[in-house]
């Protein structure tokens, strides 16, 4: 986390400049609709919701409920595009998915300011990670669109059809471009929802796309709720679906698309060991602690959730992580000095709470930061719980806030032990000065993603994808690819 310049106030404090980033070259309607075949378009019942900012609490704009009739609309606009965009010279689609990548990279600073009024997040991760990101995946995937035959030698890679993807609101534009780019790059056409609290950069990202002039229908766009997401999973056309978010959500999806022909990924919840051995480089640790679980105030499915130091140097790591965590800033996503936005949703922000509080009753002791917040909007101070038990829900659950559980272990055995129990497997990080412990960790440690001395970095060409209740599939790199095509 790089500081823009400050000042020493007359106690001796640093003092940082509010530098709230320009929202001059941002603009946003009053009123966003559906974008279905080439075109925004009313929603049929002509309803409308509110997406605030759960900084200011204020209406940012209103955005079209969908109902079962939009949804079925926008299907038959993908399915009438896959003629056109499965047919195409795979060459041709790369070109549309390269000039997709430009634009948003000369919009990029205009997106990451409309992400972070949407959705809460501090301007300098939207601007330095999730817009370079979304910018990444799509000329990533652009790159393969004409190459699948060596990606699957001896296969005849061939589109699935039309993809229902529906995305949640931690990283809205990301997890959209992750979804959009490998389902276009294999010939796939796309009708995709996010989340309800954070639907502006996806309908932004639909301007994009008709600025690209990619054929009308090959992309669709639909805003909505919960039932809005099951409509895409319920749909007769629909030969695909890829879901992130919630586990809850996911079984539900999961038990509705047994027993139909629709392939599915699903990329579910997490609940991330990041473990520090004694041997580590412990300034480096505690920052690698602080970006994995306070990074995008914790909403994010492979947070390092669950601290485990080795016991010998718990004493030091936790002494340095409380320093660390009085000095970060709690407040606008727009400035550029801010660590932790706002929660998204009040929704969310009940949820944290509930489980502030069920730690405490579940004999864990509680340290916060005394970091001062905002009166309005949605907040939540860095927080974390030692005294834990593995049984306890703070250790088990994810909690998908600023939230850590600080357990310790001796043994590297103990360690794993710890890792590996509870019901997810998305991620780990381990944090080590030894080469062969960090291959034997990767090696023991069943998650998807495991970084070693580092963590919560992402690259497209790398897999993303979960064991257990974290989900089925893969995202991301050939894995990415290989979800979208039949492999006749
Ligand atoms: P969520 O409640 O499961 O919602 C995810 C998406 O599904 C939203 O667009 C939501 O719409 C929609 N949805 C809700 N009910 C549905 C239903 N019955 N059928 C179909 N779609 C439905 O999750 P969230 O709270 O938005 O996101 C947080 C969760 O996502 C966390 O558990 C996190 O770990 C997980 N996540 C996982 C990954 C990964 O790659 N593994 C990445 C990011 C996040 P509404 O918003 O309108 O309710
Ligand atoms: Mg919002």
Same mark, same amino acid.
């Given at each position: 986390?790089?500081r823009?310049?400050?000042?020493?106030?007359?106690?001796?404090?640093w003092?940082?400049?509010?530098?709230?980033?320009?929202t001059?070259?941002?603009?946003?309607?009053?009123?966003?609709?559906?974008?279905?075949?080439?075109?925004?378009?009313a929603?049929?019942?002509?309803?409308?919701?509110?997406?605030?900012?759960?900084?200011t609490?204020?209406?940012?704009?209103? %955005?079209?409920l969908?109902?079962?009739?939009?949804?079925?609309?926008?299907v *038959?606009?993908?399915?009438?595009?896959? =003629?056109?965009?499965?047919?195409?010279?795979p060459?041709?689609?790369?070109?549309?998915?390269?000039?997709?990548?430009?634009?948003?990279q000369?919009?990029?600073?205009?997106?990451?300011?409309?992400?972070?009024?949407d959705?809460?997040?501090?301007?300098?991760?939207?601007r330095?990670?999730?817009? +370079?990101?979304?910018?990444?995946?799509?000329?990533?995937?652009a790159?393969?669109?004409?190459?699948?035959?060596?990606?699957?030698?001896? *296969?005849?890679?061939?589109?699935?059809?039309v993809?229902?993807?529906?995305?949640?609101?931690?990283? +809205?534009?990301?997890?959209?471009?992750?979804?959009?780019?490998?389902?276009?790059?294999?010939?796939? #056409?796309? %009708?995709?929802?996010?989340?309800?609290?954070?639907?502006? #950069?996806?309908?932004?990202?639909?301007?994009?796309? =008709?600025?690209a002039? %990619?054929?009308p229908?090959?992309?669709?766009?639909?805003?909505?709720?919960?039932?809005?997401?099951?409509?895409?999973?319920?749909?007769?056309?629909?030969d695909?679906?890829?879901?992130?978010g919630?586990?809850?959500?996911?079984r539900q999806?999961?038990?509705?698309?047994?027993?139909?022909?629709? *392939?599915?990924?699903l990329?579910?919840?997490?609940?991330?060991?990041?473990?520090?051995?004694?041997d580590?480089?412990?300034?480096?640790?505690?920052?690698?602690i602080?970006?994995?679980?306070?990074?995008?105030?914790?909403?994010?499915?492979?947070?390092g959730?669950?601290?485990?130091v080795?016991?010998?140097?718990?004493?030091? @790591?936790?002494?340095?992580?409380?320093?660390?965590?009085? #000095?970060?800033?709690?407040?606008?996503?727009?400035?550029?000095?801010?660590?932790?936005?706002?929660?998204?949703?009040?929704?969310?922000?009940?949820?944290?709470?509930?489980?502030?509080?069920?730690? =405490?009753?579940?004999?864990?002791?509680?340290?916060?930061?005394?970091?001062?917040?905002?009166? #309005?909007?949605?907040?939540?101070r860095?927080?974390?719980?030692?005294?834990?038990?593995?049984?306890? =829900? %703070?250790?088990q659950?994810?909690?998908?806030?600023?939230?850590?559980?600080v357990?310790?272990?001796?043994?590297?055995?103990?360690?794993?032990d710890?890792?590996?129990n509870?019901?997810y497997?998305?991620?780990?990080?381990?944090w080590?000065?030894?080469?062969? *412990?960090?291959f034997?960790?990767?090696q023991?440690i069943?998650?998807?993603?495991?970084w070693?001395?580092?963590?919560?970095?992402?690259?497209?060409?790398?897999?993303?994808?979960?064991y257990?209740?974290?989900? @089925?599939?893969?995202e991301?790199?050939?894995?990415?690819?290989?979800?979208?095509?039949?492999?006749?």
């Amino acid at each position: 986390m790089v500081r823009e310049l400050g000042k020493l106030d007359f106690k001796g404090t640093w003092q940082y400049a509010a530098a709230p980033e320009s929202t001059d070259h941002v603009q946003l309607g009053d009123r966003y609709d559906l974008f279905i075949d080439g075109d925004f378009v009313a929603p049929a019942a002509g309803k409308y919701f509110d997406t605030i900012s759960p900084s200011t609490e204020k209406v940012l704009a209103s %955005v079209a409920l969908s109902s079962n009739v939009d949804v079925d609309r926008a299907v *038959k606009a993908a399915r009438g595009a896959c =003629r056109v965009w499965g047919r195409m010279k795979p060459a041709e689609r790369g070109k549309y998915i390269y000039r997709i990548a430009r634009i948003i990279q000369e919009r990029a600073r205009e997106f990451a300011v409309i992400e972070s009024m949407d959705g809460g997040k501090p301007i300098r991760e939207s601007r330095d990670v999730d817009l +370079p990101l979304v910018a990444a995946h799509f000329f990533y995937y652009a790159g393969w669109a004409d190459k699948l035959e060596y990606a699957f030698p001896g *296969k005849r890679p061939a589109p699935l059809g039309v993809a229902g993807q529906i995305i949640p609101w931690n990283f +809205p534009l990301l997890m959209a471009a992750w979804k959009i780019a490998p389902a276009l790059a294999c010939g796939n #056409t796309v %009708v995709l929802k996010p989340a309800e609290t954070t639907p502006l #950069t996806a309908l932004k990202l639909a301007e994009v796309i =008709r600025d690209a002039d %990619v054929p009308p229908g090959v992309v669709n766009i639909v805003t909505g709720a919960g039932e809005t997401g099951a409509a895409i999973v319920e749909h007769s056309d629909v030969d695909k679906i890829a879901f992130t978010g919630s586990t809850d959500v996911g079984r539900q999806i999961q038990k509705a698309l047994a027993g139909t022909a629709k *392939k599915y990924t699903l990329e579910l919840g997490g609940k991330a060991a990041n473990i520090i051995f004694e041997d580590a480089a412990i300034d480096q640790a505690v920052e690698g602690i602080v970006d994995g679980i306070f990074f995008n105030q914790g909403h994010v499915c492979c947070a390092g959730s669950r601290l485990l130091v080795q016991e010998s140097v718990a004493d030091e @790591v936790l002494g340095k992580l409380k320093d660390r965590m009085e #000095t970060l800033i709690v407040g606008d996503p727009l400035d550029k000095n801010t660590d932790i936005g706002a929660i998204n949703s009040p929704r969310q922000l009940e949820k944290i709470e509930s489980y502030l509080a069920l730690g =405490r009753t579940e004999g864990a002791e509680m340290y916060q930061s005394s970091v001062a917040v905002p009166d #309005t909007g949605y907040w939540c101070r860095p927080t974390l719980f030692t005294g834990v038990s593995q049984s306890n =829900r %703070v250790v088990q659950e994810e909690i998908f806030g600023p939230v850590l559980a600080v357990q310790t272990f001796r043994t590297m055995a103990e360690g794993i032990d710890k890792a590996n129990n509870t019901p997810y497997g998305l991620s780990g990080g381990v944090w080590t000065d030894k080469g062969a *412990k960090i291959f034997h960790m990767t090696q023991k440690i069943r998650a998807g993603v495991i970084w070693a001395n580092t963590f919560n970095k992402f690259d497209p060409t790398s897999p993303f994808g979960g064991y257990k209740e974290s989900g @089925v599939g893969r995202e991301g790199g050939l894995h990415g690819l290989d979800a979208y095509l039949s492999l006749g």
